[in-house]
């Protein structure tokens, strides 16, 4: 992702936390320096990044989807357009069809 990342920027929610126990002396106030020292924590930071860079990919292949249908539709219209010219079986069962239809107004 380093071209969407360069786009929007570097989106790093990693380090938001919140303490859930009680923090021992002479522990700095850090994730890593916490889970070492076996506080408990709640690391929504990872999930809020996880998030926004699922929903940035989300949005980008919608839009690729999007555009593969506009070109899809563009290629069918052009073959829509193009007249198709009768096989070589419906070309004899019409001449046979004008053939009975003639004679029957002969007869």
Known sequence: MPVVG???GDLNFNALY?????VPQGVPDQLEAL???GVPVLAYGSFI???INFLILAFIIFLMVRQVQRITKAFEAKKEAV???PTEDVVLLREIRDA???N???S
Do not use: I, K, M
Request: aromatic letters at 0%; charged letters at 15%; zero cysteines.
């Open 49 to 51: 990044t996880v998030s």
């Open 104 to 106: 029957r107004t002969q």
């Open 18 to 22: 919140v303490v859930l126990g009680s």
């Open 35 to 37: 889970r070492e020292a």
């Open 100 to 102: 009975l239809v003639t």
């Open 6 to 8: 360069s786009l929007v």
């Open 83 to 85: 007249p198709v010219a």
